[in-house]
Nanobody
Framework: LQLVESGGGLVQPGGSLRLSCAAS????????IGWFRQAPGKERERVSC????????TYADSVKGRFTISRDNAKNTVYLQMNNLKFEDTAIYFC??????WGQGTQVTVSS
């Protein structure tokens, strides 16, 4: 079971990125998937989550109104659309399911 994150990069404040979390070896639709991030010197935090049962979504207060999580079952992928990015969004972003192993993540850097 493997999740691979992609889509990170360097973006200016106010810009947008869309992160992808692609699954191999299992069907992503059956799992609750979370996006997490870890900034330098800080603990990993959950940013957003989408449930397996009814696609209910949750967001950290710091990203509400700016980030949107979604899933495309046909592509076996979960996305995180990030708009109006801020300096403090700079971090390595990971996706995972409960009990899963952590991947390498994808780096998001917000800088002018």
């Amino acid at each position: 079971l493997q999740l691979v994150e992609s889509g990170g990069g360097l973006v200016q404040p106010g810009g947008s990125l869309r992160l992808s979390c692609a699954a191999s070896g299992f069907t992503l639709a059956y799992y609750t998937i979370g996006w997490f991030r870890q900034a330098p010197g800080k603990e990993r935090e959950r940013v957003s989550c989408i449930s397996s049962s009814d696609d209910t979504t949750t967001y950290a207060d710091s990203v509400k109104g700016r980030f949107t999580i979604s899933r495309d079952n046909a592509k076996n992928t979960v996305y995180l659309q990030m708009n109006n990015l801020k300096f403090e969004d700079t971090a390595i972003y990971f996706c995972n399911y409960p009990g899963g192993f952590w991947g390498q993540g994808t780096q998001v850097t917000v800088s002018s």
